[in-house]
C-alpha cells in the first residue's frame, strides 16, 4: 500500500474519532467476558470471532498511528501497521459481525463492537474493498431521492396493482382508497420496502384502524448503513426527512426493517414528527381498540425472535409481546430476557449480500437454531425483513420445520370487524 | 549502588508522578474534548434512573457476575483491596478523620488486603495463558500485572514482616517520614529506609511503582476514569 493510499485512510479513520469512540479504542482491558456473547464464536469456535477480538484488529491501526506509543513502544500493544493485509483482516472482522451488540451487554465497560466495526467498514469504503453490491444499493437510493418525479409514476402504476389485494384482507366504504399517496396533512407516513409483503398487510391494517395514512415513496432500508458510509446513510435518510416535512405528518411509521428504524429513530434529530416502528404502532391500536384480531387464525405455539436493532438497540421489546397476546394463547419466549436473544445471523449486511455469504450466514447462526427449536413453536414470528429472510434461510437449510412469519402479515390476516 | 537508591526513592519519583499526574489529566482533557457521538448509544431495555445504573454497572461489574462468577469474585477482591491499599497509603501521609471511622492500624487489613490483591493478580495472570483470554491479551496486559503483582508482594512483604514476624527495624513512621519530606519537597531519607536489610522491599517496591505510574496515562488502566462515562452511554 502506497504512503498516499494509507494517508487518505487514515484521514477517514481520523473522521470516526469522537468522544465515544475513543472511550471504546482506549479502554478494553481484554478480560474475554464477551467470549460467550458473538453468535458466530458461539456457532464456529474461532477465536477470531470474539468481540474483543474484532476491537483489537481497529484497536491495533489505532494504537499504531493514533497513539504515542505507536512510535514509541509499539510491541506493547502488539500496534499494527494498515497494510493490504491488514484492509483484509478489516474485511473478515467487519463482514462476519452483524452489529447485533449482543456483546455491548456482556462487555464490563459497554464497548460498542459495532461501532468500532463502522471503522473498519469505512476504511474497505475508502480502500474500494467493501462489498461492491451494497455501495451500488446505496447509490440507487439516493439517485431515487434526488430525481424521484422520474419515478413518481411507475411507483403509481404499481401501488394501483396492489390495492385489490389490500382490500381482500379489509373490505372498505365505497369510495375509499386502499393505498393512499403523498397526501400533505395525513397524519403517519408509512414508509415501506420495495414489496408487496410491506405494504399489502400494512394498508390493510391502517385502514382498519381508520388512520390518516399516506404511503411513502421511499424504501426504508438503508444501504447506507449497511455499507457503513456516514454521508449516503445521511443522504438516504434524508429523502425520507424531507418528505415527511413536506407532508407536514405527525408520525413516521417505520416498516418490519430493524436497521431503517433504528437510523430513522436515533438519527434523524429532532424533528416536528415522531418516529414509530409499525409493531408499535400496531400495539397502539389494539390497546386503544381501534383493531381487534381472531386469536383461531394462528395454528400452534408461537415464538418471537426480537430483531437487535429495533429491541436491544432500539427499545421495542414489550408491544410485539402484547400483539402476540392477542393472536394466540399458547406465546413461548425464547430467551428470559430479551436484550440477550442471540442475532439470527443476517445482520450488517448480510442478507443484502445475499448468496455470497449464505454459507457463512448458515455457520455461524447454529446457535439461533437450537434456541428456536428448544421452544417447540410452530410458528417463528419476526418484525424485520433481514431476521425474516435468514430465518427463513436457516429454516430450509436446517429443515426446523417452523413457520416464518412477519408479525404485521399476522395482525393483517387476523383482523376482525 | 547508592546513587541508584537514592534516584529510585526520590527523583524517579517525582519524574513518576508528573507524568501519571499531568499526562492522566492531559489525557482526560484531550478525550472529553472531543466532539459528542450524534446519537444515542443505549441498550434497550432502559432502567431509570440511568445514572444510578450506571454506577452500578461501573461498581459492581453485574455482566461479570452473571457471565464469569469467579472472575466476578476475584475482580471484586482486587478492586475493593486496591482501594483499601490506596487508604493505607492516604494514611502515611497524614491522619484522615474519615478513615477512622472503624479505628485501625496503618495499614489496614493487618496484612490480608495485600495477600487477597496479590492471590487475585496470580488469578487474572493465570487465566490469561488460558485460551481464548490468551489469544486476546497482548503483552500490555501481561507487563501490568506482573508490574502490579511485583509492587503489591514487595509492598506487602514490608507489612507482612512487621506483622507476621517481629520485624521492627522499619516502621510505619520510617516510610511516613521519608514520605512527608517528599511530599514538601525536601527529600530526607531515614537510615532504617536505605540501609537495613529490609530496605531492598521498599526500593523495589517503589520502583516497580513508579513503573507503573509512569505507563498508566498511556495503558488500559485509564479504564478507571473512563469505564463510568462508558456504562452511563450504554445505560443512557
Redesign the interface.
Known amino acids: 500500500m502506497d504512503q498516499k493510499t494509507r494517508d487518505d485512510l487514515l484521514l477517514l479513520f481520523k473522521s470516526k474519532l469522537n468522544e465515544a469512540m475513543t472511550f471504546y479504542l482506549e479502554t478494553c482491558t481484554r478480560c474475554g467476558v464477551c467470549t460467550e456473547a458473538c453468535h458466530v464464536y458461539a456457532s464456529m469456535g474461532q477465536v477470531k470471532y470474539i468481540a474483543a477480538y474484532r476491537a483489537e484488529i481497529i484497536r491495533r491501526l489505532y494504537k499504531k498511528y493514533f497513539k504515542a506509543r505507536g512510535k514509541v513502544w509499539p510491541t506493547v500493544g502488539e500496534a499494527k501497521e494498515l497494510t493490504e493485509m491488514a484492509v483484509e483482516e478489516l474485511f473478515e472482522a467487519a463482514y462476519s459481525c452483524t452489529g447485533c451488540r449482543r456483546c455491548m451487554v456482556y462487555c464490563p465497560f459497554g464497548i460498542d463492537t459495532q461501532m468500532i466495526m463502522s471503522i473498519a467498514k469505512l476504511l474497505l469504503i475508502g480502500a474500494n474493498a467493501e462489498p461492491e453490491i451494497l455501495t451500488l444499493l446505496a447509490d440507487t437510493s439516493i439517485t431515487k431521492g434526488k430525481s424521484f418525479e422520474l419515478f413518481k409514476e411507475g411507483f403509481f402504476d404499481g401501488i394501483k396493482r396492489l390495492e385489490a389485494e389490500v382490500v381482500q384482507k379489509w373490505q372498505m366504504e365505497a369510495g375509499e382508497t386502499a393505498i393512499t399517496v403523498d397526501v400533505p396533512g395525513a397524519d403517519l407516513l408509512y414508509v415501506a420496502l420495495a414489496g408487496a409483503h410491506s405494504i399489502i398487510p400494512a394498508a390493510a391494517v391502517f385502514n382498519a384502524a381508520g388512520e390518516n395514512w399516506t404511503l411513502s415513496f421511499f424504501e426504508a432500508v438503508n444501504f447506507g448503513a449497511f455499507v457503513g458510509d456516514p454521508t449516503k446513510t445521511k443522504l438516504i435518510l434524508d429523502r425520507i426527512i424531507n418528505e415527511a416535512k413536506r407532508l407536514k405528518v405527525k408520525e413516521v411509521c417505520i416498516c418490519e426493517c430493524g436497521t431503517a428504524f433504528r437510523v430513522m429513530k436515533q438519527l434523524s434529530g429532532k424533528q416536528p414528527f415522531k418516529v414509530t416502528s409499525i409493531t408499535e404502532v400496531h400495539a397502539r391500536y389494539l390497546r386503544e381498540g381501534r383493531i381487534k384480531l381472531d386469536k383461531t387464525k394462528l395454528n400452534g405455539a408461537a415464538t418471537y425472535h426480537d430483531p437487535c436493532q429495533i429491541a436491544r438497540n432500539g427499545g421495542v421489546m414489550d408491544e410485539p409481546r402484547y400483539i402476540l397476546r392477542h393472536l394466540t394463547d399458547d406465546f413461548r419466549e425464547m430467551t428470559p430476557d430479551p436484550k440477550y436473544n442471540w442475532c439470527c445471523g443476517g445482520g450488517g449486511g448480510l442478507v443484502a449480500l445475499g448468496e455470497d455469504t449464505l454459507d457463512f450466514r448458515m455457520k455461524s447462526a447454529r446457535v439461533k437454531v437450537d434456541q428456536v427449536t428448544a421452544t417447540g413453536a410452530a410458528v417463528l414470528t419476526t418484525a424485520c425483513e433481514n431476521c425474516h429472510t435468514q430465518l427463513s434461510n436457516l429454516n430450509d437449510h436446517y429443515k426446523m420445520g417452523v413457520k416464518v412469519e412477519f408479525l404485521s402479515s399476522m395482525v393483517a390476516d387476523a383482523l376482525r370487524r | 549502588m547508592q546513587t541508584l537508591i537514592y534516584f529510585i526513592l526520590v527523583p524517579m519519583v517525582y519524574i513518576a508522578f508528573a507524568v501519571f499526574f499531568i499526562g492522566t489529566v492531559i489525557r482526560l482533557i484531550k478525550?472529553?474534548r472531543?466532539?459528542?457521538?450524534?446519537?444515542?448509544?443505549?441498550?434497550?431495555?432502559?432502567k431509570k434512573p440511568t445514572w444510578l445504573w450506571a454506577l452500578h454497572?461501573t461498581f459492581l461489574?453485574p455482566?461479570?457476575r452473571r457471565?464469569?462468577p469467579v472472575?466476578w469474585v476475584f475482580l471484586l477482591l482486587f478492586h475493593v483491596a486496591l482501594l483499601l491499599l490506596i487508604i493505607g497509603h492516604l494514611e502515611l501521609l497524614g491522619e484522615f478523620k474519615i478513615f477512622q471511622i472503624i479505628p485501625h492500624d496503618v495499614f489496614l487489613g493487618q496484612g490480608y488486603v495485600g495477600l487477597i490483591l496479590s492471590l487475585a493478580l496470580l488469578y487474572f495472570l493465570f487465566?490469561r495463558f488460558v485460551?481464548?483470554?490468551r489469544?486476546?491479551?497482548?503483552?500490555?496486559?501481561y507487563?501490568l500485572l506482573i508490574l502490579l503483582f511485583l509492587i503489591v508482594l514487595f509492598g506487602s512483604e514490608m507489612d507482612w514482616a512487621r506483622r507476621w514476624y517481629g520485624y521492627e527495624e522499619m516502621t510505619v513512621d520510617d516510610y511516613q517520614t521519608y514520605l512527608l519530606s517528599l511530599l514538601y519537597l525536601k527529600p530526607d531519607l531515614p537510615e532504617a529506609v536505605t540501609d537495613y536489610g529490609h530496605s531492598f522491599m521498599l526500593v523495589l517496591h517503589v520502583f516497580f511503582a513508579n513503573l507503573f505510574l509512569l505507563f498508566f496515562p498511556?495503558s488500559?488502566s485509564?479504564?478507571s476514569f473512563?469505564?463510568l462515562?462508558?456504562?452511563k452511554?450504554?445505560?443512557g
Open positions: 478525550i472529553f472531543q466532539p459528542r457521538h450524534p446519537s444515542t448509544l443505549q441498550i434497550f431495555p432502559e454497572d461489574f455482566s461479570v457471565h464469569k472472575l487465566r485460551s481464548p483470554v489469544e486476546l491479551s497482548v503483552p500490555e496486559d507487563y498511556f488500559q485509564m479504564h473512563l469505564s462515562p462508558m456504562n452511554l450504554r445505560r
